[in-house]
């Protein structure tokens, strides 16, 4: 499975070039519309970009600069409007999830 994980970074162009070249199946996408991070609307935008079927929204809900547990959710919407096709992990810590390919 190929993985892409956008790390503390705001939406750019080339997200489409790396999903056109290493075609991520699974994406970690941060959230936080915090400092150097997207917000769920750019992260879901990303999604579409990139063409992952699959998307984590990661770096919310750990400090008072990001959104707080509802980013997650807020991705999860925008994502469903923008890639409808992606299916969306919102997880909490403890949970694990297994995704094929």
């Not at 993985?3 to 959230?31: H, N, W």
């Not at 400090?63 to 909490?92: C, D, I, L, Y």
């Amino acid at each position: 499975m190929r993985v892409y994980a956008s790390g503390d970074t705001d939406l750019f162009g080339d997200m489409k070039m790396i999903g056109e070249r290493y075609r991520p199946q699974l994406g970690f996408f941060c959230v936080g519309d915090g400092p150097y991070t997207m917000g769920p609307q750019d992260a879901a935008r990303a999604c579409h970009m990139m063409g992952v079927s699959h998307a984590v929204p990661v770096h919310y809900a750990h400090n008072a600069q990001v959104m707080g547990v509802q980013a997650g959710e807020e991705f999860r919407r925008a994502v469903s409007t923008v890639a409808p096709s992606v299916k969306v992990h919102v997880m909490k810590p403890g949970d694990r999830i297994q995704v094929t390919a």
